[in-house]
């Protein structure tokens, strides 16, 4: 069983950057795929990105891409989510999940963390 907490949400401004931190305890991280997904009030949750096991990022959300970078540093237990030139459409609650493959798709991830949020201003 993998625990994951988010960290480094917070208010921005439009244009600016923001790195988001999902640090893992137990012993299995690097065993799991990992992805990020985010989640506005009244919306649907949406997926960000993932990273398969050896860090090599799988997908990118159309929206997202080449604006958002997704790594992750196995011995660290930690996955990250670089995000630059943010928009206010990217104003969610943003967060990680662990699971056996990169995936697009929420239901196939087994462990989440609490959710970090993220408030872009214009």
């Known amino acids: 069983q993998v625990q994951l907490v988010e960290s480094g949400g917070g208010l921005v401004q439009a244009g600016g950057s923001l790195r988001l931190s999902c640090a893992a305890s137990g012993r299995t991280f690097s065993t799991y795929a990992m992805g990020w997904f985010r989640q506005a009030p009244g919306k649907e949750r949406e997926f960000v990105s993932t990273v398969n096991t050896s860090g090599r990022p799988i997908y990118y959300a159309a929206s997202v891409k080449g604006r958002f970078t997704i790594s992750r540093d196995n011995a660290k237990n930690t996955v990250y989510l670089q995000m630059n030139s943010l928009e206010p459409e990217d104003s969610a609650v943003y967060y990680c999940?662990?699971?056996?493959?990169?995936?697009?798709?929420?239901?196939?991830?087994?462990?989440w963390g609490q959710g970090t949020q993220v408030t872009v201003s214009s």
């Open positions: 999940a662990a699971g056996p493959s990169a995936s697009t798709y929420w239901s196939t991830y087994e462990h």
